[in-house]
């Protein structure tokens, strides 16, 4: 008889779930996770806001060889009630073939983003 972990659904031998702590690796689920959450705060984001956004990403990248976020959101000037819907604007922009993200990262000035490390991308323009 076979049984399957009650968290992820997988057989108990293919399990990776440590029951106090969830699935513990999954390389294919966290980028499903990543993409789910992506498109959720795209879908709940201002549309106004996506608009400006994108125009900010294209004159950053007509203006510069690579830039991160950063850069974009100096162009831009104003946030969204949730910040994080940069990320689907980024993945729209790349999408569209404006821009491509690098193997490289920088820290970011914001100073609410404690110096995290963030992409750097190249410009396809």
Not at 43 to 60: I, P, S, Y
Not at 70 to 85: M, N, T
């Amino acid at each position: 008889m076979r049984t399957y972990c009650q968290q992820c659904h997988k057989r108990s031998n293919d399990c990776k779930c440590d029951e106090s702590q969830g699935i513990l690796f999954d390389l294919e689920l966290g980028g499903d996770l990543k993409t789910q959450s992506i498109d959720k705060v795209e879908d709940h984001a201002d549309d106004e806001w996506k608009a400006l956004a994108r125009q900010a990403v294209l004159t950053v990248a007509k203006q510069r060889h690579e830039f991160c976020t950063d850069d974009v959101w100096r162009e831009l000037g104003v946030k969204p009630a949730e910040p994080r819907a940069m990320g689907a604007v980024m993945r729209h922009a790349a999408r569209s073939g404006l821009c491509e993200k690098t193997n490289r990262v920088t820290d970011s000035a914001i100073p609410s983003c404690h110096r995290r490390p963030v992409a750097v991308w190249r410009s396809l323009l």
